[in-house]
């Protein structure tokens, strides 16, 4: 007489595919919770930095992290024979991009100063301000360049990514700052300004709820299936 395999073996092997499944969940959803935690304070420390009133550029900076989207004046002389067009960014329908040109000042290395958006069709056929200006905008750090980021064309001065060591190594620049100031203000014609820095993107919240929300739906399917798989081995 053959021996009748317990019912709860048919259970073992999917249990333990199950239960590493759902392992994997739930650290991605604690993993998304932690980061909505680390973003939300780094948020805040640049909403704070936005808000503090503008101070004079120093003449140099050795390190600009903790001081991005903290609001600047600058006073230089434009070098609008070296602008750049950086990236890409839409405007009312409208596809374009940011025209960015270093400022000379009387202390201290060029600084990059991002003027603002321009149509993409005519970048360069904006007003150029003479002699001695001052920019009031915020710190904008270097961007990295991602898998899918274009090569940039120095020779068209134009890039898809802030990096100023290259931009300065394209304009013949011997020395420049290693962040810029973007512009900040009102404005309806190009180069128009932003009105306020951009605010890093934050999912996170979303992206925990999709992985809690697998891991809900895993053990719902799972008890659903195990009741039924045991429910036909023993009417076997």
Do not use: C
């Amino acid at each position: 007489m053959t021996a009748t395999r317990p019912a709860w073996r048919v259970l073992l092997w999917p249990t333990l595919g199950a239960a590493v499944l759902l392992a994997v969940l739930l650290t991605l959803g604690t993993w998304q919770v932690q980061r909505l935690a680390w973003k939300n304070a780094w948020i805040a420390q640049l909403r704070a930095a936005e808000a503090l009133p503008p101070e004079q550029l120093p003449a140099r900076l050795d390190d600009p992290a903790p001081l991005a989207f903290r609001r600047f004046a600058v006073t230089g002389i434009y070098r609008h024979d070296l602008s750049f067009v950086l990236g890409v960014h839409e405007r009312a329908r409208r596809l374009g991009a940011f025209l960015v040109t270093p400022l000379v000042r009387e202390q201290g290395d060029p600084v990059w100063v991002v003027r603002g958006w321009v149509p993409y069709e005519a970048p360069r056929a904006v007003p150029n301000p003479e002699g001695t200006v001052t920019v009031t905008g915020f710190l904008m750090l270097p961007e990295r360049r991602g898998w899918f980021t274009p090569e940039d064309k120095p020779e068209e001065r134009r890039f898809w990514a802030f990096q100023p060591d290259r931009m300065a190594e394209a304009a013949g620049l011997p020395r420049t700052t290693n962040f810029a100031i973007a512009a900040i203000g009102p404005g309806e014609e190009p180069p128009i300004p932003q009105r306020r820095p951009p605010m890093p993107r934050n999912d996170h919240l979303g992206y925990a709820i999709t992985w809690y929300g697998l891991a809900f739906a895993l053990v719902a399917f799972w008890i659903v299936w195990a009741r039924r798989l045991l429910r036909d081995e023993r009417s076997r």
